[in-house]
């Protein structure tokens, strides 16, 4: 029996769910456009990473490896290194909360490269799981926010002109999301996490209504149910569910990435790394017509 945690049939959008990288979303197979900067925000470890290695393997010419721990960007850095030599790359330290940081991050990118193709938004908290609202920790719920929302915002506040002022760039922009942001109830559901995440979603809604016809790909990708860091704070017998591969939510972003605007349906909605692409495609017309994979009141 399925497990209800408040996901309304999101997880079973489309009737095949992949757990690894499969050949239509193989970094190694599709080509970005030359030459292509990428910027990972939240590239240290675990799915950031992966993200970073899909891009290099992708053939990006340039990686911006941003995070609030040099240590853990210099491995990835060095992975990315030894997948495609020739991408140059870059290690900026920030703090995604901290609107100078960020705007630092950008002149920086701005500087070295002079342009900039795809931005992926990977950096988010979660803060221990606590059954009440009235057991949640103030400063626990005001970091998620700071991180998840907040940091979102000023992410787009400085990076989207570099991106949208970059001539003949690929003007995407993603964000890691997750169908967290949709839970009410079960395992998971820690009010700061889900309700902050709610808020970012909606915030790249409104990045796409605002910046769509300027050229912007904008998308909300939910990784999959991967055991990363950011879930070590799920109790023990529910870890049984996180199974799904890191590397799934790089194959996936480099897909959106390769295609041009042939992905364009699909901005500004949440959609499951875990998705067939080709079951997906096939709703193309169904989903462009009930606007679906939306935040929207039923009726």
Not at 19 to 38: C, G, M, R, W
Not at 201 to 229: F, N, R, T
């Amino acid at each position: 029996m399925a497990i209800n945690w408040g996901l309304s049939g999101l997880a079973t959008f489309v009737q095949t769910s992949h757990a690894e990288v499969y050949p239509a979303i193989d970094p190694t197979t599709v080509k970005l456009p030359q030459p292509s900067l990428v910027c990972v925000v939240g590239a240290s470890r675990g799915i950031g990473a992966s993200i970073a290695r899909a891009y290099a393997k992708a053939s990006a010419t340039g990686l911006v490896l941003a995070s609030r721990r040099t240590s853990g960007l210099e491995a990835t850095a060095a992975s990315c290194k030894q997948i495609n030599p020739n991408v140059e790359i870059e290690i900026v330290e920030y703090d995604i909360t901290s609107a100078s940081s960020v705007s630092e991050l950008a002149k920086r990118i701005k500087v070295r490269f002079g342009r900039l193709d795809v931005v992926v938004v990977n950096s988010g908290v979660s803060g221990p799981v606590v059954p009440r609202l009235t057991d949640t920790d103030p400063l626990t719920f005001q970091e998620a926010i700071d991180v998840n929302y907040t940091g979102l915002f000023l992410c787009a506040k400085f990076l989207l002109p570099v991106l949208l002022e970059t001539k003949d760039g690929a003007k995407n922009f993603i964000t890691v999301s997750s169908f967290a942001a949709l839970i009410i109830r079960g395992p998971f559901a820690n009010a700061q996490y889900c309700v902050s995440k709610l808020a970012q979603l909606k915030l790249m809604e409104h990045m796409h209504e605002q910046y769509h016809d300027e050229g912007l790909l904008s998308w909300s990708v939910h990784p999959g149910s991967v055991d990363s860091e950011l879930t070590a704070v799920t109790p023990e017998p529910f870890k049984a569910y996180l199974t799904d591969s890191p590397e799934l939510c790089g194959g996936f972003c480099t897909w959106l990435s390769s295609a041009g605007r042939g992905r364009a349906w699909l901005c500004g909605r949440l959609v499951n790394a875990k998705y067939d692409m080709s079951e997906l495609e096939a709703r193309k017309d169904e989903i462009l017509e009930k606007d679906l994979l939306k935040l929207k009141m039923c009726k």
